[in-house]
Every structure is written in C-alpha cells, then in structure tokens.
C-alpha cells in the first residue's frame, strides 16, 4: 500500500461556531511530521494561537520526544500558545507506557491531554472544541458577534474618491 | 478637461469574523492528517459516521505518494 505523506505543509480554512452567535474561521495547519521537514514548518508558526500536538497511543514514546516538541512550541511559537495534547489511534490497543507517561506529564504541566480515535470519530471534534475554547478564554480570539458577521460592512466609494486618494487627478 | 463621472464604483468588504491559526504537530504517522479531515468531516457532517470508510478513501491531501 502506498504511504502518503505531507511534503512541507497544508492549511485547511474552515468556520467553527463556537457559540449560536459567535463564530470563527480557523486556519488548520497541517504540518509535516518527518523530521527533515521541521525546518520548513519553523517558518509557518509565525501567528499561531493553537496547537494540537499528537502522539500515537499505540506506539512507545520516549519523555524526550514530549519535550522535544514542546521545546519547539515554545521557541518557534509563543510561550502563550494554547496547546492540547493528543492522544491518536485510542482504537487500537494502547501502548500503558506511552499513556501513562502523556497522563503523567499533562498532570504535572497542567495542560489537557485527549485521547481520539479517527478511525471511529472518538473525541475528534472536542479535541478541536477544547482548543479553540482555550484560545478564546485566554483573550486570544477576539470574538466579534455574529452580527456584524453577517451585516457585512460595506463601504462604498466612488471613483472620484479613490482618485482625490491617490491624487492622480 | 473635466473627468465625467463614473458609473463604476468599487466595494470594500470588511469580514470581521476573526481568523485563528493553529498547527498540529506530531511526528509522521500518528495521524494528523486523518484527526483534521475527520475535524472537517465532522463540522460538514454533524450525523456523519463512516469514519473508517473516509480514511480509506481519504488519506493526505497534499502530498506525494512514495511508493
């Protein structure tokens, strides 16, 4: 079976609600894991709110390979990034050390740790959820009502305007 | 010489939705790809279920495929 892999980046533009009137357009992106790609991703950080970083459940894990990735968060990002730690492939029979160690250490650095399954759906949407109701509680989002949203300002202006502003009349 | 007045006139939309960006991080093969196609599945598709079916026919969007 072919192996399809991210070569540098994708960003995914999409319109969360995250309340009946309030609503946010979320730019997703989605980087490459391998590590001779870290060097181009470094350079897409810049602006990031939240990050999800994931970890496959089903795997050994190291504390180093933890720390390496906050370690990035912290020097590429911002120190005041929100970030969720995810757990993948909760389906699959998880590997106790690998749980146990990402239970331990979001314990101790209080950040939140969700397990989700893409294969079934489990927790996919809440992981996503919590993020972006962590962004938001930090201030970081500047929620503007949907109101405006949907009562679009619209300036208009007139030719005549556009030249007296560029004084090319 | 006067310029006559335009019947053209030009709009400025202001969104004022707000923008977030977040990145998923992880090393390859955990399951990035598929947590954020599922994400954007899910927010299509509130009732959708057929997960496994989506990953099989889904899988990266960009990308290359090395065989």
Redesign the interface.
Known sequence: M??????GL?M?A???QLSEDR????????????EKYRAI?KT??F??????????LSQPLEIE?IKS?MD??QSY?NEECCIVI?G??SDKIPNKETVDLLTKFTNENKLEFIQ?S????TN??S??ES??KK?DQSG?????SSS??TS?????????D??VSRQC? | MS?S??S?????????????????????????????????T??ENPM??A??SL?KTG?????????
């Open positions: 072919p192996l399809i892999t991210i070569l994708d995914r999409k319109v969360f609503r946010v357009k979320l730019n997703i992106w989605d980087t490459a894991g391998q991703n897409y950080y602006g990031t709110r939240g990050v999800l970083i994931c970890f496959d390979e990735w990035e968060v990002i995810i993948t492939k989700t893409s294969m079934d759906g996919v949407y992981a996503f993020l972006i962004i970081k989002l500047g929620i503007e405006l949203s679009k300002k619209l300036r208009r202006k007139k030719d005549s556009i030249c009349c | 310029r007045s335009s053209f006139d030009s709009y400025i939309v202001e969104d004022p939705t707000p923008k977030v960006k977040l990145s998923i991080l992880g090393d390859t093969g955990v399951g990035k790809s598929c947590l954020i196609k599922v994400f954007e899910i927010l959708f279920d997960f496994q990953l899988g990266g969007t960009i990308g290359r495929i090395n065989t």
